[in-house]
């Protein structure tokens, strides 16, 4: 099921974020490239929303971009797919280098994003190969937020990659990183307050 809800913005902790609406506190789960782009707490917000029922749990999750919620369906539709590595998918790569990527068959750069092997990034592009145009199409009509030439975006995937989770590294790279510093430089400074 999918829709849109707008509502007063009144959590953010990555990767979970909560709307009021009327009223009600919407609990969603979103990835980065949504975050980086989310207004401050307290004002408004309109998110596209999937939401997904199994038989022990119901999930609710929220992109800014019409384009990121249709990646991240299309994402679980390669098998062995779920919602956590399309969230990583999207938290790791915008919209448009997703499809780039799936296009030139890159299975090489897809195994960056955390949680993606080389068996996964391979279905992805034999699957996903024929929807990438697509993707792209509606991709170029929106900013993403972020891409990987980010500085912060990179450090953050390479703490993924080190075994952080994506909260934990978002907040470790976010917190290291200056105005100016390369994605090397906020890696290391990370690395070492996280040894302290």
């Known amino acids: 099921m999918i829709g849109r809800l707008r509502g007063t913005l009144i959590h953010k902790q990555p990767p ?10 919407y609990e969603l789960e979103a990835p980065m490239s949504t975050f980086y782009d ?11 929303t999937h939401y997904a029922q199994k038989e022990d749990s119901v999930s609710l999750y929220g992109f800014l971009h019409e384009a990121e919620r249709r990646l991240f369906r299309d994402v679980q539709r390669v098998s062995g797919i ?20 799936v296009q030139a068959g890159d299975v090489t750069a897809l195994t960056r994003v955390p ?4 068996k996964t990034a391979e279905r992805m592009v034999v ?19 972020t891409s990987p030439a980010d500085p912060l975006s990179e450090a953050t995937i390479a703490l993924q990659q080190l075994g952080y989770k994506p909260a934990e590294a978002q907040k470790m790279a976010k917190s290291a990183a200056a ?18």
């Open 127 to 145: 699957e996903l190969r024929d929807r990438a145009a697509d993707l792209a199409g509606i991709g170029g009509a929106m900013s993403t937020g």
């Open 16 to 25: 979970w974020l909560v709307v009021d609406v009327n009223g009600v506190g």
């Open 82 to 101: 779920g919602a956590k590595i399309a969230l990583a998918v999207l938290s790791g790569v915008s919209v448009d280098e997703f499809a780039r990527l």
């Open 38 to 48: 989310l207004p401050p707490v307290g004002r408004e917000v309109s998110l596209f």
């Open 115 to 118: 949680g993606i092997g080389k």
């Open 179 to 196: 105005e100016g510093d390369s994605a090397e430089i906020i890696i290391r400074k990370a690395l070492k307050s996280a040894l302290r």
